[in-house]
């Protein structure tokens, strides 16, 4: 009996912690201050009155679910990654695009692009929740936990370039308007050895004469393709003016977050931190038609 006894306790302990574990996913959105409706609605307002009319092409990001724009200023789509030269690899904290496996929300934020964007919306055990006693990508101050939810940016250029820091590295003096390609993946930390590692996949190697991630997953959903711009805080009142060809895929990867510590300590992007996120774009006055 007594054994039959310390069995349910456990096994209800495990479910207690399990379900611990689950909450911890929405820890960010729970934990920090975030700025009221008003304060996102005034910047959207902003956004439509330095945007619409001025120009400007379509933004990002986006609700990858959603096919609707009347953004009708059109571009040249860049080429296939793999015709492409890789010329930056970042991450953002949570997802700044909603769809797929990252649609829960994770709050306002400080209205300034932290604490903000999309969540990963399913479960890990409560091994891989274990909280990493090391800092991890902890630059700028924040260090990331398992559980995190990230959106890793693959950036590709039509310039003759090589990889490097910043959005720069995709520029070249030669090459005025650039073709840009972003192959966006969602990625949840998880305490994991077992996992992906990220060092394997933001690994670079040349491809028939250009620079390549060829280890991106390929089985993460069918990418949802559109028209768009870069992203960040930096641009939730005014337009960016770069034109990008995106591409998501629908699904979260799970990757080990010790191998994201080793990376940050050491890349050719000199990244070291999680960067904030852009808020959703939702006028459709700003957005592409997608599948048109």
């Not at 890349?267 to 038609?289: I, M, T």
Request: aromatic share 6%; glycine share 8%; hydrophobic share 35%.
């Amino acid at each position: 009996m007594k054994d039959i006894n310390m069995k349910r306790s456990t096994s209800k302990k495990s479910a207690i912690t399990i379900a611990l574990s689950t909450v911890f996913l929405f820890a960010s959105a729970v934990n920090a201050k975030s700025v009221a409706d008003s304060v996102v609605s005034e910047q959207r307002a902003a956004l439509e009155k330095n945007t619409v009319n001025q120009g400007f092409g379509p933004q990002s990001p986006r609700d990858i679910s959603q096919n609707y724009g009347t953004n009708l200023r059109r571009f040249g789509t860049a080429p296939n990654h793999n015709e492409l030269n890789l010329c930056n690899i970042h991450f953002h904290k949570n997802a700044e695009h909603k769809g797929g496996d990252f649609t829960s929300y994770a709050g306002n934020g400080d209205g300034k692009g932290k604490n903000t964007g999309f969540l990963y919306n399913g479960k890990l055990s409560a091994a891989q929740m274990k909280p990493v006693s090391s800092q991890v990508c902890a630059a700028k101050g924040d260090a990331l936990q398992s559980g995190d939810t990230l959106e890793v940016h693959f950036v590709y250029s039509t310039a003759n370039v090589a990889p490097g820091p910043t959005l720069g590295a995709c520029l070249a003096e030669s090459t005025m308007n650039p073709g840009l390609r972003v192959e966006g993946q969602v990625i949840v930390l998880a305490n994991d050895e077992n996992a992906m590692n990220f060092g394997k996949l933001a690994e670079v190697t040349e491809v028939n004469g250009y620079y390549q991630a060829p280890n991106v997953p390929t089985n993460m959903g069918v990418p949802i393709q559109y028209l768009g711009s870069t992203t960040g805080p930096s641009y939730n009142e005014k337009a960016s003016p770069l034109q990008v060809s995106w591409s998501v895929r629908p699904q979260v990867a799970v990757v080990d977050i010790n191998s994201i510590r080793e990376w940050c300590n050491d890349n050719v992007f000199k990244e070291d931190h999680a960067h904030g996120v852009r808020n959703l774009v939702q006028n459709p006055k700003l957005l592409s038609p997608i599948g048109n």
